[in-house]
Nanobody
């Protein structure tokens, strides 16, 4: 089991930056592949980025590639999402997610993740 708590969301102007954090607690965190998803009002949950347990492999949605960067610090049990050049279209609730034990590779669909945080709101004004 792993518990996830997101933080760092807020209101930012278009073109600005924000860094989201996901603090994890539980067993063998370093062996969990992690992901970030987002859900805007009236839309389905959308894949944003994922990172393998080792941090050597990452995956990004085309819409955020080059602007958002996922990273992890296993020693601190924390996953980050650095968000640069933010657009109003990035406005959403952002969720941190972890795959189950034994799944170290990246995944791009919500169904591949077993544990979820409560989300943090990111609002980008134009």
């Amino acid at each position: 089991q792993v518990q996830l708590v997101e933080s760092g969301g807020g209101l930012v102007q278009a073109g600005g930056s924000l860094r989201l954090s996901c603090a994890a607690s539980g067993r063998t965190f370093s062996n969990y592949a992690m992901g970030w998803f987002r859900q805007a009002p009236g839309k389905e949950r959308e894949f944003v980025a994922a990172i393998s347990w080792s941090g050597r492999s990452t995956s990004y949605a085309d819409s955020v590639k080059g602007r958002l960067t996922i990273s992890r610090d296993n020693a601190k049990n924390t996953v980050y999402l650095q968000m640069n050049s933010l657009k109003p279209e990035d406005t959403a609730v952002y969720y941190c997610a972890a795959r189950g034990a034994g799944y170290a590779g990246v995944g791009t669909t919500p169904a591949l993740y077993n544990y979820w945080g409560q989300g943090t709101q990111v609002t980008v004004s134009s």
